[in-house]
């Protein structure tokens, strides 16, 4: 949790950085966005209404259309961008290249709950209480599936884990979730739920999961 605050922090203060430079310069828009090479979009939450990504707004106001603050989105644009291309590209207003999200360093994770679906759905057969999955329960998938490739959970897996629970339209009072909405999301689908991911529902839905040592 401490990690993403200073993740935002930091992408707060280069976008302020990166907002005042790009006037100053007249970067207001970008090189042509990198074309759709049949990679997929190994993120759920973009992979279901892929945002555009001619530029650093426009890649902010897709995710806002998928569920997310508009200032969230663009301090996680600006964070994604920097760490996968160097601030000059943020200086230059570019968007991430979402098909290459597996290859960000300290933010790409392999531990997706998308490449299990059939494991976790029966995994969730006996975890779901009339048809709701706990939060506490995704950590739990989350671990198995960290498990299953023998690889150690990292920050940027765990943010995916409260973006999960938030996005799918998690109960802050219970702590549950719809199922079906989770899997949904997991497939790249829109939930149902018309539920809006900001930094302080995502901090607090980090705050309230148990990872154990």
Not at 11 to 29: E, Q, V
Not at 135 to 149: C, E, F, G, S, Y
Not at 165 to 189: H, M, S
Request: charged content about 20%.
């Amino acid at each position: 949790m401490a990690r993403f605050r200073y993740l935002t922090k930091r992408a707060f203060l280069t976008g302020l950085a990166t907002i005042g430079g790009g006037l100053a310069l007249g970067y207001m828009t970008t090189p042509d966005p990198e074309a759709d090479d049949g990679s997929p979009i190994t993120c759920p939450f973009l992979a279901m209404n892929p945002p555009d990504t001619t530029n650093m707004w426009a890649f902010a106001r897709g995710c806002e259309a998928n569920g997310m603050s508009y200032s969230m989105a663009l301090l996680v644009c600006i964070q994604v961008t920097y760490c996968q291309k160097g601030l000059l590209a943020v200086l230059r207003h570019e968007a991430p290249d979402i098909f290459r999200l597996r290859e960000v360093p300290s933010i790409s994770h392999d531990d997706r709950y998308a490449v299990f679906q059939p494991e976790l759905r029966e995994m969730a057969d006996g975890l779901e209480v009339d048809g709701r999955l706990a939060l506490q329960d995704l950590v739990a998938m989350k671990q198995w599936v960290a498990r299953q490739l023998g690889i150690e959970i990292n920050e940027a897996s765990r943010i995916e884990t409260a973006l999960l629970f938030v996005r799918a339209g998690g109960d802050f009072e219970t702590w549950t979730v719809d199922r079906d909405d989770v899997f949904r999301l997991i497939a790249g689908q829109r939930p149902l739920a018309e539920a809006q991911v900001t930094i302080g529902k995502m901090n607090t839905a980090l705050g309230a999961t148990e990872w154990g040592s």
